[in-house]
């Protein structure tokens, strides 16, 4: 289980909002302001949605409970987003057969961090199934959209920071940004409590004894 923890911290937003700026970065230097826009709309746009789910559920209890499904796994979502851009960008200059993979690589660190939000309990399948499909449909329009943007890393030193916070990221210590979430919810709900999944075993049982 601790393994899956170590994994499951490299989704978290220390890890992956620096590295979404690293990126922006790396498109600036290329000399390319409409494609870092682009970037930051789309991961923007996403960690909206993101945020509009949470605040739902938590506020007024908006979800599919058939599902499970409280909202969207920001873990999943920015790993599923970052990871394939970030290794596609990192290992751009490099031959074909290196650089492919390399994409693929980032898909499936992505996809082992969403369902490792699963593992550590942290998620429903559908809660981090959603996410990863969120996030790696914003990373595919963004890929798509760089067909006559061929933009060329030109800083070693961002790509080898970049990277170093992949490989140190189980040493840092996770960011809970939760609480807010909670607090913003309730303020906006006017609820005094946030929300919760037993709300929904709870009317279940009240409907089924009535």
């Known amino acids: 289980m601790i393994f899956w923890h170590l994994i ?5 937003v ?13 498109i600036i230097v290329g000399g390319d302001w409409k494609m870092s826009v ?9 960690m909206t949605l993101v945020l509009i789910t949470k605040i739902a559920f938590i506020g007024w209890g908006i979800g ?3 599902l499970n499904f409280t909202g969207f796994s920001g873990h999943a979502t920015r790993a599923a987003m970052v990871f394939p851009v970030l290794f596609y960008y990192g290992l751009q200059r490099a031959p074909r057969k290196i650089n492919s993979p390399a994409l693929y690589l980032g898909v499936l660190i992505g996809l082992v961090i969403s369902v490792s939000r699963v593992v550590v309990h942290a998620h429903s399948v ?3 199934l959603a996410g990863w499909l969120l996030g790696s449909a914003m990373a595919m329009i963004y890929l798509s959209s760089m067909q006559d943007h061929v933009i060329l ?7 080898a920071c970049s990277f170093l916070l992949l490989f140190a990221s189980p040493a840092v210590r996770p960011v809970q940004p939760e ?4 607090k913003v919810a309730l303020y906006l709900s006017g609820h005094d409590r946030p929300f919760e999944r037993r709300d929904w075993l709870r009317a279940a049982k009240v409907a089924h004894y009535s």
Do not use: K, Q
């Open 14 to 26: 220390i890890i992956t909002i620096p590295i979404t700026l690293t990126i922006a970065i790396w």
């Open 64 to 66: 599919i409970e058939s």
């Open 179 to 182: 609480g807010v979430i909670v």
């Open 38 to 46: 682009l970037w930051c709309s789309l991961f923007a746009f996403a």
């Open 8 to 12: 499951t911290s490299i989704g978290n």
């Open 153 to 159: 890393t030109s800083r070693r030193w961002l790509v």
């Open 126 to 128: 559908s809660e981090a």
